[in-house]
């Protein structure tokens, strides 16, 4: 098995990159946020939940994106490999994914950083919230509780890998097929 995490700010670019990743290498994408957002379009009890820590720029608790990506690796357990966007995003959630990934004789193979500035981040997520109808994207200062949330809590996770050598930082500005390129080659040399 071969298995990534996309890692970075909200806004870095991960959902529009993984896109790219899982169609080129065949990985299963799993993000946290999307099935988040599936479960508030299904209106379950967990979306429910989960949509008053998301509106409001906060994380949602570690038990329950752990539950489900638990499940979502034990669902697709012939999987090539895992593109994990979004998740890890605290010191135990890192932990609890090696763990669950041990069960399967497997690890993270690399853990690759997007890194943007936070104006450019800023400025990306107020321009997608004009379409994407995600009340998380329509209000600045949401925005930069996302942010802060993420130097807060989220950026220790790269600390977590970087102690087994595992993270490649990767300049998230420029276009995104530029951006795709560099994220490539690092799997490359990963993968071979
Ligand atoms: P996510 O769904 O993970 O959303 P995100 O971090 O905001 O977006 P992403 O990083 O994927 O967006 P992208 O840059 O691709 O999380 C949403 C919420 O869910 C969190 O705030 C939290 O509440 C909750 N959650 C999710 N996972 C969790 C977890 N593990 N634990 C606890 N809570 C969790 O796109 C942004 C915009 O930039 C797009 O419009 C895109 O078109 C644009 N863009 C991308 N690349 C660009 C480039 N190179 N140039 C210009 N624009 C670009």
Do not use: C, W
Request: no cysteine.
């Amino acid at each position: 098995m071969f298995n990534v995490i996309l890692f970075g700010a909200p806004g870095s670019g991960k959902g529009t990159q993984s896109q790219k990743i899982v169609e080129k290498y065949h990985l299963k994408h799993l993000s946290t946020g999307d099935l988040l957002r599936s479960e508030i379009a299904e209106g379950t009890k967990l979306g429910l939940e989960a949509k008053k820590f998301m509106d409001g720029g906060l994380l949602v608790p570690d038990e329950v994106v752990i539950g489900m990506i638990d499940s979502a690796i034990n669902n697709n357990k012939d999987a090539k490999g895992f593109l994990f966007d979004g998740f890890p995003r605290t010191a135990v959630q890192a932990e609890k994914l090696d763990e669950l990934l041990q069960q399967h004789n497997a690890s993270i193979n690399v853990v690759l950083a997007l890194e943007v500035s936070e104006e450019e981040l800023v400025k990306r997520l107020l321009e997608r919230g004009k379409t994407s109808g995600r009340s998380d994207d329509a209000d600045k200062t949401v925005i930069r509780s996302r942010i802060e949330e993420y130097r807060k809590k989220t950026a220790v996770v790269a600390d977590h890998y970087r102690q087994l050598d595992k993270v490649k930082n990767i300049p998230g500005e420029g276009t995104v097929d530029a951006i795709f390129t560099l994220l490539s080659k690092e799997i490359d040399q990963v993968i071979l």
